[in-house]
């Protein structure tokens, strides 16, 4: 059983910055993409951002373009997510997704691990 474990969530300011990490204990995911969604209660889980494996290739959601960036430590087999200009739609429990292939992590069903996710909460 793989172990993603984020952390970094809490409650943040209005215009606020978070970083956001997910680290995969003794597992080495080379070769895999990795990525960040997000999901408020009553609506579906939306694509945040991804990375492919060697950190050459991101992609962010129309939403949080220009605002939030991913970036990834192999050595230390490590996603972030760093979240700046925080508003309060960005409210949200924030999960960790691993992929095979970068082209596919937008799609929940290519997703072959989740994290448990991490609260995040932007007052106003």
């Known amino acids: 059983q793989v172990q993603l474990v984020e952390t970094g969530g809490r409650l943040v300011q209005t215009g606020g910055s978070l970083r956001l990490s997910c680290a995969a204990p003794g597992r080495t995911f080379s070769d895999y993409a990795m990525g960040w969604f997000r999901q408020v209660p009553g609506k579906e889980r939306e694509f945040v951002a991804r990375?492919?494996?060697?950190?050459?290739?991101?992609d962010v959601s129309d939403a949080v373009q220009g605002r939030f960036s991913i970036s990834r430590s192999n050595a230390l087999n490590t996603v972030y997510l760093q979240m700046n200009r925080l508003k309060p739609e960005d409210t949200a429990v924030y999960y960790c997704?691993?992929?095979?292939?970068?082209?596919?992590?937008?799609?929940?069903?290519?997703?072959?691990?989740w994290g448990q996710g991490t609260q995040v909460t932007v007052s106003s």
């Open positions: 997704a691993v992929a095979r292939q970068y082209s596919e992590l937008r799609n929940k069903g290519a997703i072959e691990y």
């Open positions: 990375i492919s494996w060697t950190g050459t290739s991101t």
